[in-house]
């Protein structure tokens, strides 16, 4: 997948520096941007500094004690630099956060409508948009009165993109979204999130681990290491990139699988670095 030259740039995170508890830097310069309509893949190891990035921009650092010491983020025109997650959210960006955190006491049909709170255009379109999330997710049609706390792994994930699409946002960033997940389940998902972009024409911003299936649907990527930006670059060429086909899919140039004891030493020899 290519990106449109002709789309307009809907996120801008210019050169920006975290901090937490004033002393504890986690992201240093890192910029990246996200033109409307496409997916864009953040990619990198667990402690990269993915997740911290996401939470830049949804304005979720500040519970944490989390703060951008420096640089903007630009969401839609607007500086949402440091703003509240509330505030960011009634801009359009909403995020599904690791680990699911479904309401587990509420059934599948009432986690997915508290996910139009935020909406002011009525009741007609809030019922329209249900349905059509059951149509995205027809797994869940099967399950609309069982308690989300009994889903499956799987199926919460479902029902947490579901409820983050009942805001009708701009832009939806997806935080390992296959985490802890079945193969079979994280080709469903992201199928899935493929389609939503493709049907709906929402802009997706999707951290992930699993190189291979993030490249599968993204039109850009971005591979982050030690809290910054290593490379970037269309993501059918990142796909193809030697040094992204060893060190986050493991293969090798003569089409095998390392060893994890040979990837560990993959720092010490990359060639972005």
């Known amino acids: 997948m290519t990106s449109d030259p002709r789309k307009a740039q809907l996120l801008e995170v210019n050169n920006i520096e975290v901090v937490y508890n004033d002393i504890i830097q986690v992201l240093r310069g890192v910029s990246l941007s996200v033109t409307q309509g496409d997916v864009v893949a953040l990619l990198g190891t667990n402690g990269a500094g993915k997740t911290t990035t996401l939470r830049a921009i949804s304005g979720l650092l500040k519970p944490e004690n989390g703060f951008i010491r420096d640089g903007y983020v630009r969401f839609d025109s607007h500086d949402i630099t440091n703003q509240l997650g509330t505030q960011v959210v009634h801009l359009g960006a909403v995020m599904v956060p690791e680990g699911r955190r479904v309401f587990k006491h509420l059934t599948v049909d009432e986690n997915i409508r508290v996910g139009s709170v935020t909406r002011k255009d009525g009741s007609a379109g809030i019922r329209r948009d249900q349905e059509r999330m059951y149509a995205h997710f027809p797994r869940l049609s099967k399950i609309t009165n069982r308690m989300a706390g009994y889903c499956s792994g799987g199926e919460q994930q479902m029902i947490a993109i579901a409820r983050a699409l009942m805001a009708a946002p701009k832009m939806l960033m997806l935080d390992e979204p296959s985490l802890g997940l079945a193969p079979l389940l994280v080709k469903e ?72 004891k040979e990837v560990k030493s993959y720092k010490r020899r990359k060639r972005w670095m």
């Open 189 to 260: 998902i992201f199928d899935n999130v493929a389609r939503i972009n493709k049907e709906t024409g929402t802009t997706i911003l999707v951290v992930e681990q699993n190189a291979k299936t993030a490249l599968s649907i993204a039109n850009y990527a971005y591979i982050m290491e030690s809290g910054k930006i290593v490379l970037e670059g269309p993501a059918d060429k990142l796909k193809d990139n030697p040094d992204v086909k060893e060190f986050y899919m493991g293969v090798t140039q003569g089409g095998g699988r390392k060893s994890f």
